[in-house]
């Protein structure tokens, strides 16, 4: 007997409403105690810094963010199917140098550009589906391969910075909207950079994707249950496939920004950081088993990593330095998931 997709939802909503308000509490991703948390580390870096709390500073941090927000907003998808993708820095290298050493030389307008990030995005990422969802091999071998072909792509493309000299990419990345000045023409507000309002477009189209469609559905169902999911009539071959190239185009745009905010395309873009955005996602509540999890947590992972690199830079913490505080934070990150799923207690 097959089951339909309406009624495994049905039998899912009746699982939500017999759950009592902890189980809720755990099952959303705990939201609320990663909001909590957030306050919490942003009142001690406020004391550890006297210029955190400026309003300059909160948009050099959105700034910052945004590039995160952007990969971790693209990466949720495919770590909902119980995937992974630690390629996306190496795709976003792969992409700017490319785009942007033939940008230099033909002086394409930004629209051209774009499309090409989204024509690459969508390309490097229909590798790692085909690797994942049609060969079937391990995401985090198959990305781990990819990674380092992507990488020593970009190196080959161009083994030096490529500067970016066309005025509407550097705009893209450096420009700001609702900039305010006093009657004197002080500058009392820098305004919002662009590159933030991009993000948050991103996440709210992918936040609306995952909770307001039936690919949204079909992703969760994959995840908590790949063969329940092909009782249901679920082709988990497309919509994997489907995740992956979301985030290719995702990986590929925030490596373009990235360069388009630096004013250079560099082929080690990215380099060495490739679990932050790993970190951010399960930070947020999201299960490496796939299934649970949501884009409101996602987004408040993202802001608690940022928030403490920016903090630790207003108190000149070497970034190097920096990279053990997200290597705790990425096993704290794991170990919430541990507590969340009830291993321990099936041990």
């Keep these: 007997m097959m089951v339909t997709l309406n009624d495994a939802a049905a039998v899912e909503k009746q699982k939500k409403e017999g759950r009592s308000l902890g189980e809720r509490f755990l099952a959303s991703g705990n939201n609320m105690s990663l909001l909590i948390a957030l306050v919490a580390i942003c009142i001690v870096m406020g004391f550890t810094s006297p210029f955190f709390w400026t309003a300059n500073n909160w948009m050099t941090l959105l700034l910052s963010g945004a590039i995160l927000i952007i990969r971790a907003s693209g990466v949720t998808p495919v770590m909902l199917t119980a995937g992974l993708d630690i390629s996306q820095n190496s795709v976003g290298a792969f992409a700017a140098i490319t785009i942007c050493t033939a940008t230099y030389v033909h002086e394409w307008p930004l629209g051209i550009c774009l499309l090409l990030v989204v024509g690459m995005g969508l390309g ?76 948050i477009v991103v996440f709210l189209f992918i936040y609306w994707l ?128 541990v507590v969340r799923s009830g291993a321990l207690k099936k041990q």
């Excluded at 066309?166 to 023409?185: C, F, H, W």
């Excluded at 995740?243 to 290719?248: K, R, S, T």
Aim: proline share 1%.
């Design 124 to 199: 490097l990422g229909a590798v790692n589906a085909t690797l994942i969802a049609i060969l079937r091999i391990n995401p985090l071998i198959a990305t781990l391969g990819t990674m380092m072909i992507f990488r020593g792509c970009a190196w080959a493309v161009n083994e030096k910075t490529q500067n970016i000299k066309t005025a509407s990419l550097i705009n893209m990345g450096r420009g700001r909207v609702l900039e305010l000045s006093d009657s004197t023409g002080h500058q009392v507000f820098t305004g919002i950079p662009i590159s933030v309002i991009i993000a």
């Design 210 to 337: 995952m909770k307001n469609t039936g690919y949204g559905r079909k992703i969760y169902m994959i995840g908590g249950n790949e063969t329940a999911s092909f009782l249901s009539g679920i082709n988990a071959k497309r919509e994997k496939f489907i995740a992956y190239l979301i985030a290719g185009v995702a990986s590929a745009y925030a490596g373009f920004l990235v360069a388009c905010q630096v004013g250079a395309a560099l082929p080690q873009s990215g380099a060495g950081t490739e679990m932050t955005t790993i970190a951010a996602v399960v930070l947020g509540g999201l299960s490496l088993a796939g299934g649970k999890g949501n884009m409101l947590g996602t987004i408040l992972g993202c802001l608690i990593l940022t928030v403490i690199s920016n903090g630790l830079d207003l108190n000149q913490v070497q970034s190097q330095r920096q990279l053990i505080v997200v290597g705790i934070v990425l096993i704290i990150a794991v170990l919430l998931d």
